[in-house]
């Protein structure tokens, strides 16, 4: 898995040949989302999605998907869905939600996954988890290669009060006290124990602030069922 030769006037920068997907040449930081669909037999689906955002400063939400996925089917189907981001204990349950179906459908992984009404919309939410989204489904852009832009607008939101931003409040602290679970596609996951707003420049060992990169167990699933075909 090699580049172009780095060029003259630019050392140390390697191109990247863009005939072919380049997001697995390198790593970038993305949310983990869990987004909840309502299935054709009244039951709920959960997915676990990276390519997931607000949309500008209004409260619109978007992810990619496919028109193969559940997700999608189900969400142009019923106009509605949730979203749900979890914490960083919550690895485990995120990869459950990326489960493989049964013959007929099923996706049994998912009574491993405790789960909560939505109050606006036909869903549920993951207990546990810091952030919940209730969308009804705004649009669908299709034609991003095989995928799809999901975009909803937010007609319900709460968070766990740990996580709630005061105007009195240190957010270095809230950070410290509430972390936040990203995901690094292709397959990682970062901890990191401490967080600041100062803008240092120092590496993470030289600010007092440990990080560690890892790919646990369950990270596999979460690419292949996940992150290889949103």
Same mark, same amino acid.
Request: charged share 25%; glycine share 10%.
């Given at each position: 898995?090699?580049?172009?030769?780095?060029s003259e006037d630019r050392p140390g920068v390697v191109?990247?040949?863009?005939?072919?997907?380049?997001?697995?040449?390198?790593?970038?930081?993305?949310?983990?989302?869990?987004?909840?669909?309502?299935?054709?037999?009244?039951?709920?689906?959960?997915?676990?999605?990276?390519?997931?955002?607000?949309?500008?400063?209004?409260?619109?939400?978007?992810?990619?998907?496919?028109?193969?996925?559940?997700?999608?089917?189900?969400?142009?189907?019923?106009?509605?869905?949730?979203?749900?981001?979890?914490?960083?204990?919550?690895?485990?349950?995120?990869?459950?939600?990326?489960?493989? @179906?049964?013959?007929? &459908? +099923?996706?049994?992984? !998912?009574?491993?996954?405790?789960?909560?009404? %939505?109050?606006?919309?036909? $869903?549920?939410?993951?207990?546990?988890?810091?952030?919940?989204?209730?969308?009804?489904?705004?649009?669908?852009?299709?034609?991003?290669?095989?995928?799809?832009?999901?975009?909803?607008?937010?007609?319900?939101?709460?968070?766990?009060?740990?996580?709630? @931003?005061?105007?009195? &409040? +240190?957010?270095?602290? !809230?950070?410290?006290?509430?972390?936040?679970? %990203?995901?690094?596609?292709? $397959?990682?996951?970062?901890?990191?124990?401490?967080?600041?707003?100062?803008?240092?420049?120092?590496?993470?060992?030289?600010?007092?602030?440990?990080?560690?990169?890892?790919?646990?167990?369950?990270?596999?699933?979460?690419?292949?069922?996940?992150?290889? @075909?949103?």
């Amino acid at each position: 898995m090699s580049g172009s030769a780095d060029s003259e006037d630019r050392p140390g920068v390697v191109e990247i040949p863009v005939d072919r997907p380049i997001w697995d040449r390198f790593f970038t930081v993305a949310p983990l989302t869990i987004v909840g669909t309502m299935e054709e037999d009244g039951g709920h689906d959960l997915a676990p999605k990276h390519m997931a955002m607000p949309l500008g400063w209004s409260n619109y939400f978007c992810f990619a998907c496919s028109p193969r996925h559940a997700t999608q089917v189900n969400a142009q189907r019923t106009g509605f869905f949730t979203v749900s981001f979890p914490r960083p204990d919550q690895v485990v349950e995120t990869s459950l939600a990326a489960g493989p @179906r049964e013959e007929g &459908g +099923d996706k049994p992984s !998912l009574a491993g996954v405790s789960t909560f009404p %939505a109050r606006e919309v036909e $869903g549920v939410l993951v207990e546990d988890a810091y952030l919940w989204l209730e969308c009804r489904l705004d649009k669908v852009l299709d034609g991003y290669g095989a995928n799809s832009l999901i975009i909803g607008e937010i007609v319900a939101a709460a968070v766990a009060e740990g996580s709630l @931003r005061s105007s009195d &409040g +240190d957010d270095a602290d !809230l950070l410290a006290g509430e972390p936040l679970l %990203a995901y690094l596609p292709p $397959g990682r996951f970062p901890w990191t124990p401490q967080t600041s707003s100062r803008g240092s420049r120092q590496s993470g060992q030289e600010a007092g602030r440990p990080v560690a990169v890892s790919r646990p167990a369950s990270c596999s699933l979460l690419r292949r069922r996940s992150e290889a @075909r949103p």
